[in-house]
């Protein structure tokens, strides 16, 4: 059964830093894997996809890589804003038709100003 | 495009009484999802529909029914509320091009 970690669960850090958010998973045959943004009481927004034939994706101030042989993602984001402050989520697609994804348990993010 | 939009935002629900949860979206995405996130367990999927007509159970299915009405809708149904559905429940949706899943609000659900 895939089984999808993320580690911290907590992170603080101080404006301005640049910081790496970790996702692991069990089985490396998986379609794709996403990550997403959810802000207190909020729905989850999407943040970068990354289909299981690509090693990364970038999007403004982040980036996303993935490695399906070690079974691992990061989250790269640079230069940190307190407006970064949320949990993200990492969750991952199996191959398997008609299946949803599958979700880790979010680090959560503060950045101090 | 509203995207995905969900109704109720909020719902407080008596022990044994029923409700509809109702979603829809507007990108003509072909499969719809009903998860539900709790504190300590991350987000589990109820049930999920790959397109119109069909409709699957997922990790948590028991206490819950759905119905894809139709390309757009896709509603979730306790029957009987129970205080262990209290949680916050997610619809998706996905195209079948590539897979990113679009998320709704949310709605708040309290079984007392």
């Known amino acids: 059964k895939q089984e999808v970690t993320q580690i911290p669960a907590a992170l603080s850090v101080p404006e301005g830093e640049n910081l790496v958010l970790n996702c692991s998973f069990t089985?490396?045959?998986?379609?794709?894997l996403q990550w997403f943004r959810q802000d207190p009481g909020k729905g989850l927004t999407s943040l970068l996809l990354?289909?299981?034939?690509?090693r990364e994706q970038t999007s403004g101030r982040l980036n996303a890589s993935l490695d399906k042989s070690s079974g691992r993602s990061t989250l790269y984001i640079a230069a940190s804003q307190p407006g970064d402050s949320a949990t993200y989520l990492c969750a991952v697609r199996p191959w398997e038709a008609g299946t949803a994804l599958i979700f880790g348990k979010g680090t959560t993010l503060s950045v101090s100003s | 495009n509203a995207g995905v939009t969900q109704t109720p935002k909020f719902q407080v629900l008596k022990t044994g009484q029923s409700m509809t949860l109702q979603c829809a979206q507007d990108?003509?995405?072909?499969?719809m999802y009903w998860y539900r996130q709790d504190p300590g367990m991350g987000l589990r999927l109820i049930y999920y529909?790959?397109?119109?007509?069909?409709?699957d159970k997922g990790e948590v299915p028991n206490g819950y029914n759905v119905s894809r009405l139709n390309k757009r809708e896709f509603s979730l149904r306790l029957e009987s509320a129970a205080p262990s559905q209290t949680s916050v429940y997610f619809c998706?949706?996905?195209?079948?091009?590539?897979?990113?899943?679009?998320f709704g609000p949310g709605t708040r659900l309290t079984v007392t």
């Open positions: 990354i289909q299981s034939s690509q």
């Open positions: 529909s790959a397109s119109e007509g069909t409709t």
């Open positions: 990108m003509n995405h072909n499969s």
């Open positions: 998706a949706s996905s195209p079948s091009s590539n897979w990113e899943q679009y």
């Open positions: 089985d490396s045959a998986i379609y794709n």
